[in-house]
């Protein structure tokens, strides 16, 4: 059969290109000597590899940073595998086969995977080294092992765990990678997320790896007025009843119509990113107007208290999606406002 092409959606996630480039140019200024890389994971935090690749590209990026090996075609569709890095290293010779056919450097997180790489054919690669985070990275005491002197490091990168906080932690492990620097031979050193940028020109070294900030994060204060934000998202109303007071709303009726009211059942739920904590305290906005949320968040849905507003069938209502204060009403962190969302958006500028 011949499928038409489906209608537009009724949920739609506007990515603001330009705020996304800016944000780029901006953690690069702000990373000083270093340049900006970009992390891209998780589908560019959500956003559609395919929208924020060119716009990276565009604005000046050149190295690129992603968790897995699935992650690595989406991103070779725009820029050469020689820019790319699989940040999950290489668990199998699968991986090291796929890694040489595509020219994309691994980053090497243990013994095991520097074995893999030497057994595979070597060359190079990119080094993590743990500093304190005790999540992936080779431990600092094994950087003397031979299969670590035999690799032919590019970048040695280590990961802040607390950049977004005032925490000792950070000054300990930036001494835990500068002791690492002097071990190892490597072309380039990187250790500074999009917080860790804002943590000053000690963390910077040559390349940063900002990625929550380019897509609207803000992670620490500093970087407040300087980062835009990337995503709204608009959905639109199904459908709008008038209830009587008494009146039982959304599964499991924890809502109670207090009085007669209007509401509005609008087209977006868990499945699509906006999970059942954002029910405590969310609203969206029809022009003026403020329509909070009542009862439970469904899968496809969210009803919402109409108030005076006019809204009708088919209107687009806006959730705002500033993620500091998306983060606060919902609960949940800004990364995960971000990757949460779905698979169902129309997604454009
Ligand atoms: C995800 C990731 C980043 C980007 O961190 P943000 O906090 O999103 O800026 C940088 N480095 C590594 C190793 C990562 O896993």
Redesign the pocket.
Known sequence: MNIPEPPPATLRLRIDADALADNWRTLDRLSGQARAGA?V?ADGYGLGIDTVMPTLLGAGARQF?V?HWSEVPGVLEHTSGAKIAV?HGVSSAQDAAFARACGVLPVINSLHQARIWHESGGGPCHL?VDSGMNRLGLEPGKLGDPAIGALQVHTL?S?LASADEDSDQNPAQLAIFRQAVSQVSARELSLA???GIALGADYHFDLT?????LYG?V?REELATSIRQVVSVEAAVLQVRDLQAGDLVGYNAIYRAPRPMRVATISIGYADGILRSWGEGGALQHGESTLPIIGRISMDMIIVDCGQSDVREGDFCLLSYDLPQASQISGLSQ?ELLTNLGQRFDRSG
């Open positions: 992390a994971k940073f968790a940040l993590m990168l990961h997320n999009s917080a790896r900002p990625g929550l900030a994060g992670p990364y």
